[in-house]
């Protein structure tokens, strides 16, 4: 590798120390038994002079010193420093926070040599530093060094960002790390450095632990399916395609979890889901990455209106434990999570914002021309459920921003969903969207095999005239169908969208860890 010139001269450094007899990069901590974190050091300290009588800081400090507080250990990255003679103070950070510490040469303090040491510390340094807390005459919770150790060298410096202090007193912090290319590239120092992205995967998890606290309060079972799977299917999407050498046999990752969960239907489990991964050969954008979070669930005896009202109440549910007040902020929009979602059909929709009833033009040439007549754009031949599902994409989606939920879609794209009773080309499907952005999708699913393999042949001939995304026929779940299927309602959403949404990113790539780039040059 190409070193730069500070990079060579920390490496010189950790050739010095383990001349020394220093291991710069030791196994285990000396103090791991007497850690606490940052946060609970600073909490500690604080909560004990809030519970004193009122009392000048030096009085504070002279009650707390006389007290013989009991010695602790924090552990962390050095993200500041500043040397003063014979003292130092500096800024240790770990997960939680972060705390001033201060060394300096004395009797109840470190001894010249270690001080040296500390003193050639550099920005980036893992160390370890064992002594007791005290308030500093500038009233900061500080822990005073007695020992310490180093537990990881630096090599690269960090892109450390400064901060600036207002006079209103709030803290503004310019970060030296802010390219989103170099940032997705390097997540490790994107999220060193800037801990508001770690807030984002904080939040993250959050919305995961709820929604899957939320499933299980309601007798739901989280179950595994196969991401290896030799027929892929439940979503309209191209697969990744790998090749299993013993088996001599072409695999797909999995693009749904959907035909799977169902077959669970089929065995008797009433209420399964899943929270896992998809992977889908598709275009990158803001709100698509090849690989995605999803979470999809089926529920026996239910309808998709049963299943709105789930979806209403689970979000809402992971918004009061997630979100103030289950307000999200997105886009520019105050969005009110706790107010019942409108339920608006297809049809209305796009009569409200394009003009068109879709519903008096029976096949797709006369729909086109309807849409050219008014200016509507139409792209390549496709068949009328993909017309009238590009319209919901290019002028209806973009204006549901409050919690909204669409239904009554078209059949030939909604190979897996329910007819609704009295008009065969409808399914009982409906899409759930905030802020703009669809974030889940639903149907009553079709529980006649019959039906179902009509629907296969369907997609066959839609995959002959050139639909890369058509469902291939699936022998072994119309066997499983064949064994009878409860009546059931199914869901899937897309934790990344929900969490763009919940953090106020417009990216899915700032709410995913490892995004896929292109290669890098």
Excluded at 256 to 262: A, I
Aim: net charge negative; glycine share 6%; charged share 30%.
């Amino acid at each position: 590798m190409d070193y730069t010139e500070v990079e060579r001269d920390r490496l010189a450094k950790l050739e010095q120390l383990k001349s020394a007899g220093i291991d710069p990069f030791p196994p285990r901590p000396e103090y791991r038994p007497m850690r606490i974190l940052a946060a609970d050091a600073v909490q500690r300290i604080l909560a004990w002079r809030d519970a004193l009588p009122a009392q000048s800081e030096e009085e504070q400090r002279q009650t707390w010193h006389a007290g013989k507080p009991t010695a602790i250990a924090l552990m962390g990255r050095l993200v500041a420093k500043r040397v003063m003679g014979k003292a130092s103070f500096a800024h240790l950070e770990d997960g939680s926070g972060r705390i001033q510490i201060y060394a300096r040469v004395g009797e109840d303090s470190i001894d010249a040599a270690s001080f040296e040491r500390f003193k050639d510390l550099d920005l980036g340094d893992f160390i370890e530093a064992h002594g007791r807390l005290f308030i500093t005459k500038t009233g900061e919770p500080t822990l005073r060094v007695d020992t310490w150790n180093l537990l990881s060298k630096s090599i690269s410096p960090l892109p450390i960002a400064k901060e600036e202090k207002l006079p209103d007193g709030t803290v503004v912090r310019h970060s030296a790390f802010s390219d989103p290319e170099l940032r997705y590239r390097q997540r490790y120092a994107d999220l060193a450095v800037n801990p508001e992205v770690r807030e984002i995967f904080r939040t993250r998890a959050r919305i995961v632990k709820h929604a899957r606290e939320f499933l299980d309060s309601q007798d739901f079972l989280e179950v595994e399916t196969p991401v290896l799977q030799p027929i892929y299917g439940g979503a309209a999407a191209r697969p990744f395609v790998t090749h299993h050498n013993q088996l001599d046999q072409d695999l797909y990752l999995r693009i749904s979890f959907e035909l799977y969960l169902k077959r669970l239907l089929v065995g008797g489990f009433e209420r399964v889901y899943e929270i896992g991964r998809d992977f889908r050969n598709e275009g990158v954008s803001f709100k698509h990455n090849p690989e995605f979070t999803q979470l999809e669930f089926y529920m026996a005896y239910a309808d998709f209106t049963t299943i709105m009202d789930l979806t209403e109440q689970m979000v809402q549910y992971v918004a009061r434990q997630v979100l103030p007040n289950s307000t999200a902020h997105f886009r520019g929009n105050v969005i009110d999570l706790s107010q019942p979602w409108r339920r608006i059909t297809l049809r209305d929709a796009i009569i409200k914002y394009t003009g068109l009833d879709y519903t008096l033009y029976p096949d797709a040439e006369l729909l086109a021309d309807a849409m050219e007549s008014r200016g509507l754009t139409v792209s390549g031949i496709k068949t009328r459920g993909k017309l009238i599902d590009g319209l919901l994409g290019d002028y209806v989606e973009k204006n549901l921003i409050q919690p909204t939920f669409l239904y009554d879609y078209p059949r030939d794209v909604s190979p897996l969903a329910k007819s609704k009773f009295g008009d065969p080309r409808t399914v009982e499907r409906f899409e759930g969207f905030i802020g703009g952005v669809e974030l889940c999708n639903a149907f009553t699913e079709l529980n006649d095999p019959l039906d179902q393999e009509q629907r296969f042949i369907e997609e066959g001939i839609g995959a002959t005239m050139g639909d890369d995304e058509a469902n291939p026929m699936d022998e072994d779940y119309l066997r499983a169908m064949r064994y009878g299927m409860p009546p059931n309602g199914g869901f899937g959403m897309g934790i990344d969208r929900l969490t763009m949404v919940f953090t106020n990113n417009d990216s899915i790539r700032e709410v995913i860890l490892f995004p896929h780039l292109r290669k890098e040059e």
